[in-house]
């Protein structure tokens, strides 16, 4: 409610007084329930509230004039703020949007004015009406204000929210704390600056330019992007305020560090294998595609080793299983040492892990295979106080890929491979194999 309007009910309150000479006059706003309180009273009350659905009031048929008060049974809080108990009142019945029971009531602590006089307070009622639910509305439009502003500042986001005429906007604290400047209400044009500085500090601002460059004079576009500032990375999202860039433009700043953090875990856990850390079985085929593809782009020979722990079962049933454990944790580490970063290693299961390698010439894949076997040999695993000596065995096999064979090319080599595996085991252990080259797997 206005200041206007609350001054208007008080005089409607006061000019009702005088004219009836009633002791006390109230601007009551009763709901379908009977649940009341009154605006404004004259002389001046503070607000109270208070119930009138077994006053006697609501039910009464009222003509303008006033009645004796002993048939009505009031609360304590008007029988105060008179002072005393009355000996006649009168309901006005002025129904207010959403508190349709509402009115003027007037008390007198003794006799009442003549009937001529209170006759005409009625006449108020239309006026009484209108100013109660112009009240009801503003304590209404204050609430949802006040729920807004509560919900602007208590979001775990940054919100940038741009007025439809454009001249307006507000920052809430999370925003602020992002774009360096005070929370609350600003000119828009003064944040074009503080927007911008933030998106040069991000390390992807180039592709934000370019993604917001040409959404510049369309006052409709929605987008979503990632600004990535260091450790940090926010998730923005940018929208018309219900769906109409006339109605104006919100900006939400979310960090999603730890939801991204969360996902490259749980990717990784996806794709590696609990015990060793390294890639897993499936990792390595999904992957093994990118490398052969890379091969065929710049002429590249692509190998597959198989390595195999050399009496693995042997070193279980001596030392037990947690120990094996341990054995397979060293050796993935020491191959995985061994090769360069670009090589693609896995555990392919059980003791078994493979490799898959691309060279610019032949004579690099033997020594590779040979580097792998010699790291893991060259020294014993020491785990639980044991030295345990541990070899591998070493198979290979080298092939040319074709545009489109990708996954013919990994199917032969691996089992070209495993065969020369085989070969390397029943040769006596802890040694390299490398399968014939076939002419079908390499180019001419």
């Known amino acids: 409610m206005t200041t206007s309007d609350s001054d208007a009910l008080a005089a409607l309150c006061q000019f009702a007084r005088l004219a009836s000479h009633a002791d006390l006059v109230m601007a009551v706003e009763v709901d379908a329930n009977g649940r009341a309180t009154w605006a404004v009273a004259a002389p001046a009350l503070p607000s109270s509230s208070f119930n009138?659905?077994?006053?006697?009031?609501?039910?009464?048929?009222?003509?303008g004039e006033a009645v004796d008060a002993t048939g009505f049974r009031l609360p304590t809080a008007i029988i105060h703020a008179l002072e005393g108990l009355p000996t006649h009142l009168l309901y006005v019945p002025a129904s207010?949007?959403?508190?349709?029971?509402?009115?003027?009531?007037?008390?007198?602590?003794s006799a009442p004015a003549p009937a001529a006089l209170t006759a005409q307070v009625p006449l108020l009622a239309t006026s009484v009406a209108r100013l109660l639910s112009a009240r009801r509305e503003a304590a209404r439009g204050a609430i949802v204000r006040n729920q807004f502003l509560d919900l602007f500042e208590s979001v775990p986001a940054g919100i940038v929210l741009i007025?439809?005429?454009?001249v307006g906007a507000a920052v809430n604290e999370h925003a602020a704390e992002l774009l360096g400047c005070a929370a609350g209400n600003h000119r828009a044009a003064d944040l074009a600056g503080p927007m911008r500085a933030l998106r040069q500090r991000c390390d992807n601002h180039a592709e934000l330019e370019l993604a917001y460059s040409a959404q510049m004079?369309?006052?409709?576009?929605?987008?979503?992007?990632?600004?990535?500032l260091g450790e940090r990375t926010f998730e923005v999202d940018t929208h018309p305020v219900r769906g109409n860039g006339a109605h104006g433009r919100i900006w939400l700043f979310t960090d999603v560090t730890a939801d991204l953090l969360m996902a490259a875990e749980l990717r990784r856990l996806a794709s590696s294998d609990p015990l060793t850390g390294v890639p897993n079985r499936r990792h390595f085929e999904e992957s093994s595609a990118q490398i052969i593809a890379?091969?065929?782009?710049?002429?590249?020979?692509v190998a597959v080793l198989m390595v195999d722990v050399d009496h693995f079962k042997k070193i279980n049933d001596t030392y037990g299983h947690p120990v094996g454990d341990e054995v397979l944790k060293v050796v993935a580490r020491r191959c995985r040492d061994a090769l360069r970063e670009r090589d693609l290693f896995a555990r392919f299961g059980g003791e078994e892990f493979i490799a898959l390698l691309a060279a610019s010439t032949l004579d690099e894949i033997p020594a590779a295979a040979e580097r792998l076997r010699s790291a893991v040999a060259a020294e014993p695993i020491l785990v639980g106080g044991e030295r345990i000596a541990v070899s591998v065995s070493v198979g290979g096999a080298i092939g040319e890929a074709l545009p489109g064979g990708d996954q013919k090319l990994l199917?032969?080599?691996?089992?070209?491979?495993?065969?020369?595996?085989y070969d390397a085991k029943t040769s006596g252990r802890n040694r390299v194999r490398?399968?014939?080259?076939?002419?079908?797997?390499i180019a001419p």
Do not use: Y
Not at 96 to 109: D, F, T, V, Y
Not at 294 to 301: F, T, V
Not at 411 to 421: F, G, M, Q, V
């Open 434 to 441: 490398m399968a014939a080259l076939q002419p079908d797997l």
């Open 411 to 421: 199917e032969a080599l691996i089992s070209r491979a495993d065969e020369a595996l």
């Open 163 to 166: 007025d439809g005429d454009g």
């Open 96 to 109: 207010s949007h959403g508190a349709p029971l509402s009115g003027l009531l007037l008390l007198w602590r």
């Open 52 to 63: 009138l659905s077994r006053s006697g009031l609501l039910e009464h048929t009222w003509s």
């Open 217 to 228: 004079n369309n006052d409709q576009f929605a987008a979503k992007q990632n600004w990535t």
């Open 294 to 301: 890379a091969r065929e782009a710049n002429g590249r020979a």
